[in-house]
């Protein structure tokens, strides 16, 4: 079976490589700024992670964290490992909001703010996730 996270290859969705992992936007955005962070070897388990693996991952958070904080300025944020439609070590980096933001015209309402993420996953077309990769991508420090 091709593994989604050794094959990524989407220039649209990337947002940033470091040594160990990649940021990516989610295909998703009904909570405006969803990332996911893709470790870039192939490994099921949080558990199995290299201590170096761990402290950049870490950063990766901080650096999405204050990079949001500038743009939709999320009230909370979920991180979150499943792994269940792909089993290949990532993490949902979710911005959650207690309003609706606004981005392109286009209004986001986090439907389940202060509880878990209703199941929805709605794609997003690629000029409306390259204009938001770039929006991320100018206010996130290199
Ligand atoms: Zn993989």
Redesign the pocket.
Known sequence: MK????NFDNKTLLIKEYKYWRLSLAESQILIGWTHASLKR?ILFFEELRDEELIELKKIIMEIKETLNKTFKPDWFNVMQLGNMTP?LHFQLVPRYKEKRIFVGREFIDKSYGRPILDEWIEEDNIFLKKLRNYIKKEMKN
């Not at 593994?3 to 050794?6: A, Q, R, S």
């Open positions: 593994c989604k996270w050794c192939h290949h």
